[in-house]
């Protein structure tokens, strides 16, 4: 169960209009699910960067909907910032249902440490970022982490099929999709060919003898003397 809580209330102030609720601390926010009626609400914007960091995109929230007497357990589903300023523009609250399966991503963390990483010229790179998994919301891992110390040598990978199966939780991934792998750095040497090198050599010699040769002009035949 969501240990996260979050206090909110409705929201009556929709379009142009929310700029003055950002400016008085409050974000305006949206929760939505199956079976649950779409609703603008609001709430305090230094509690809610709080909420943003402890529980990600994977911690279920208690979210306190004014004066309802039962919070509803809810995930974060999508986080607007404002790029230039930083401040937060809206959330979207997604409202689960605790006794049905629902699939999310799940950040995937390298552990360890891989003897073939630290090898010259060898780096460690992550191909799979996050693990999508279907399972019931209460199940959901906060991370999955994966250990990097079998790799031992440049040619090993880490696929899914890998990875070490988690309780009551079904892995969505391909199994042949690669986790993490190393990289090995590739240095090209550039030569020249011997042959075009001795061939250039033997081009300039015979340049340079031609040039130091002179042409002598053919004998001129001598007439025959003419007899009386």
């Known amino acids: 169960m969501a240990t996260l809580e979050l206090k909110a209330t409705k929201r009556h102030i929709e379009g142009k209009k929310v700029k003055e609720l950002r400016r008085e601390g409050v974000t305006p926010a949206h929760l939505f699910g199956p079976g649950v009626e779409s609703l603008a609400i ?38 607007q910032m404002d790029n230039f300023k930083g401040g937060l523009l809206h959330v979207d609250f997604y409202q689960v249902n605790l006794t049905e399966t629902i699939r999310v991503n799940v950040p995937i963390i390298l552990i360890g440490e891989s003897a073939a990483a630290k ?61 993490a792998r190393i990289a090995v750095e590739v240095i090209e040497v550039v030569e020249k060919p011997k042959a075009a090198e001795e061939g250039a050599e033997a081009t300039g010699e015979a340049g340079a003898v031609a040039e ?17």
């Open 119 to 179: 090898m010259k010229g060898n780096s460690l790179v992550q191909e799979l970022n996050e693990l999508t998994v279907q399972c019931l919301p209460a199940n959901i891992p906060s991370k999955v982490e994966v250990d990097v110390t079998p790799l031992v040598t440049a040619d090993q990978l880490i696929r899914v099929k890998d990875m070490p199966p988690i309780k009551d939780v079904t892995i969505v991934n391909d199994q042949g999709v690669v986790v």
């Open 212 to 228: 130091g040769e002179k042409k002598e002009a053919p004998a001129k035949a001598e007439k025959p003397e003419k007899k009386e």
């Open 42 to 79: 609001q709430c305090d914007t230094a509690n809610l960067r709080n909420i943003l960091v402890d529980a990600g995109h994977t911690q279920l929230v208690n979210l306190k909907l004014g004066h309802e007497h039962n919070p509803r357990v809810v995930m974060i589903r999508e986080v």
